[in-house]
């Protein structure tokens, strides 16, 4: 299958409005097989049946439609995407609000991925595992997102920065979800997404990245390890950049590789 964009549901979005901060990570779970995923959740946003809120007799309320369910992309168990929304569309709602006191959506601030999978005992493939990984490298790249797995367990305050799963955040919580539930490994998406990462960073990337993972263990003491590795990691990469020119200038040959190092950080 080939990547395809489709057009979703006006009611599906709304045009950002926050800095994006955060990738969210969902599994489609459905009735047909894990194939199949990739297009089911693309035929629902496109239905004019994925709607929010019901009228007085329980009918779908077309006068009012507001939100349904929606997500910036999915990836299949070929490796291919289909993509829903741009990064300046908002998604209404793949991953809203928490409970009370709540003052910010998951998806206010993120782009969110769902993952083909038609039921949770069943493992995501290679190839899923692959696209995915080379896309939320670029989406870290870009808005300086660090490569780290958080829980965001009170949707309140400042707004933390990293990749959330529904399942460990407050609006999952709050609503049962169990996705992207025990089949998702973390520790193999976060050493591909390393390395995708690393493959082709600029120096400029590096500084920004680094930026975020100093606040990032600032702001939680759960991950301050795991951060902490990867940002004096990172000053490695980035002085290992800085030779390169050097050589460059001085007319040597040009070496990008990356030590592997990547070891003992799960
Ligand atoms: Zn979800």
């Known amino acids: 299958m080939t990547d395809v964009r489709v057009t979703p549901q006006r009611w599906l979005w709304q045009p950002r409005t926050k800095p994006i901060r955060l990738i969210e990570i969902h599994a489609t779970r459905g009735n047909t097989t894990p194939e199949k995923q990739k ?26 439609p507001e939100w349904g369910s929606s997500f910036s992309h999915v990836i299949g168990t070929d490796g291919s995407m289909g993509t829903v929304l741009d990064d300046n569309q908002m998604p209404t709602y793949s ?16 782009i969110s991925y769902e993952l083909a999978q038609s039921q949770a005992q069943e493992p995501f493939s290679d190839k899923l595992y692959d696209r995915l990984t080379t896309e939320v490298a670029i989406d870290c790249l870009k808005y300086g997102i660090p490569p780290v797995m958080i829980s965001i367990m009170s949707q309140k305050g400042d707004v933390p920065t990293g990749i959330v799963r529904h399942d460990r955040c407050e609006n999952g919580i709050k609503l ?27 120096p400029q990337e590096v500084r920004n990245i680094v930026r975020a993972m100093k606040f990032h263990s600032e702001d939680r003491e759960g991950n301050q ?42």
């Open 39 to 64: 297009q089911a959740a693309l035929n629902w946003v496109q239905s004019p049946r994925n709607v929010g809120n019901l009228d007085g007799a329980r009918n779908i309320d077309y006068a009012n």
């Open 95 to 110: 991953a809203g609000y928490g409970g009370v006191g709540s003052t910010y959506a998951i998806d206010e601030y993120a």
């Open 176 to 202: 049962g979800k169990t996705d992207p539930g025990v089949q998702f490994n973390e520790v193999r998406f976060i050493a591909m997404l390393k390395a995708n990462m690393e493959d082709d960073m600029t």
């Open 225 to 266: 390890q795991e951060s902490v590795t990867t940002i004096s990691k990172w000053f490695g990469v980035l002085k290992e950049h800085q030779k390169d020119v050097d050589k460059h200038s001085a007319g040597e040959a040009h070496d990008h590789e990356i030590p592997a190092g990547r070891t003992g950080e799960a």
